[in-house]
């Protein structure tokens, strides 16, 4: 089995997985704090490292249809959110791409202090 490799952000202020604190999201990558995901609160970000990236499924969601890929912690494999692939309708197609990770599943780096 080979080794794990781990993106370690040097932002200042960067949201960890809860499992096992490895680095998600910068928060300068943050769009928007205004989703829900199944869990609860959910935010979307444009960009996300060390998560691994499921099989794209088409969902029926709040917004309409759009194809998704659940998405896990690469390191703890626990479940943060899913990744946009396609949305089908046209005001929605700003999110491919994008992230959205379950604030429940989220935490922040001790630096924010």
């Not at 869990?39 to 969601?61: C, R, S, W």
């Not at 005001?91 to 959205?100: D, L, T």
Request: a positive charge; charged letters at 25%.
């Amino acid at each position: 089995m080979g080794r794990l490799f781990k993106e370690y952000l040097k932002e200042p202020r960067v949201y960890v997985c809860s499992g096992c604190n490895t680095h998600l999201a910068a928060q300068d990558s943050l769009v928007s704090k205004s989703f829900h995901g199944r869990l609860g609160p959910a935010y979307l970000f444009n960009e996300v490292v060390n998560i691994d990236v499921g099989p794209a499924q088409q969902k029926m969601l709040i917004t309409g249809l759009h194809s998704i890929c659940d998405v896990h912690c690469s390191v703890c494999r626990v479940y943060l959110g899913w990744k946009y692939e396609m949305a089908y309708a046209q005001e929605q197609r700003y999110k491919i791409g994008k992230v959205i990770l379950e604030k429940e599943h989220l935490n922040k780096d001790s630096a924010w202090r």
